[in-house]
T-cell receptor, first 115, second 109 residues
């Protein structure tokens, strides 16, 4: 069964450093998402991406964040200058279509630890 | 904000049915109800979704009231591996999922 994959599973970085989190969505999916979950808190939407453009972003997704689909398979989230409060699990998700009958599938997540 | 409300926690005996309720009184006519679950800090796992008819798949059943203001997720024979946080979500038009706090289901031997 196809699945969303994410790398690395755990990333440790120092405050102020840039990090890139990588995702490979399911191959025939067209819509891509990033969510994050700070330890002990709920899952929060960050950004949605379609047709090489951001279609929606949350207040969390400020200028320090960017997303890119550099080739036909990868979908990345970049944080330019990490802060301690960026420490969280980051989940990538994808869906085939925006029709209401299409479910979103999540990857296993990347645990980002900023020290 | 999430458009759903769920009890924060529930217990269920292993082998019994787990019935998880959800209120979504402001749901629009064309919005689906989705259920996901999250085990520890793993990625949310899709379970089932529905519009107005009851739905069943290999994981669970979804019962939606006639007025669509509430629904119940049923795990027919809960196992210890079903211990997780269960989220009831009304999905937004751009596809984003707005998670609430969910229901923490503990399946006990």
């Amino acid at each position: 069964e196809p699945e969303v994959t994410q790398t690395p599973s755990h990333q440790v970085t120092q405050m102020g450093q840039e990090v890139i989190l990588r995702c490979v969505p399911i191959s025939n999916h067209l819509y891509f998402y990033w969510y994050r979950q700070i330890l002990g808190q709920k899952v929060e939407f960050l950004v949605s991406f379609y047709n090489n453009e951001i279609s929606e972003k949350s207040e969390i997704f400020d200028d320090q964040f960017s997303v890119e689909r550099p080739d036909g398979s990868n979908f990345t989230l970049k944080i330019r200058s990490t802060k301690l409060e960026d420490s969280a699990m980051y989940f990538c998700a994808s869906t085939k279509d925006l029709g209401q009958s299409y479910e979103q599938y999540f990857g296993p997540g990347t645990r980002l630890t900023v020290t | 904000d999430a458009k759903t409300t769920q009890p924060p926690s529930m217990d269920c005996a292993e082998g019994r049915a787990a019935n998880l309720p959800c209120n979504h009184s402001t749901i629009s006519g064309n919005e689906y109800v989705y259920w996901y679950r999250q085990i520890h800090s793993q990625g949310p796992q899709y379970i089932i979704h529905g519009l107005k008819n009851n739905e069943t798949n290999e994981m669970a059943s979804l019962i939606i009231t006639e007025d669509r203001k509430s629904s119940t997720l049923i795990l027919p024979h809960a196992t210890l591996r079903d211990t997780a946080v269960y989220y009831c979500i009304v999905r937004g038009p751009e596809g984003k999922l707005i998670f609430g706090q969910g229901t923490e289901l503990s399946v006990k031997p």
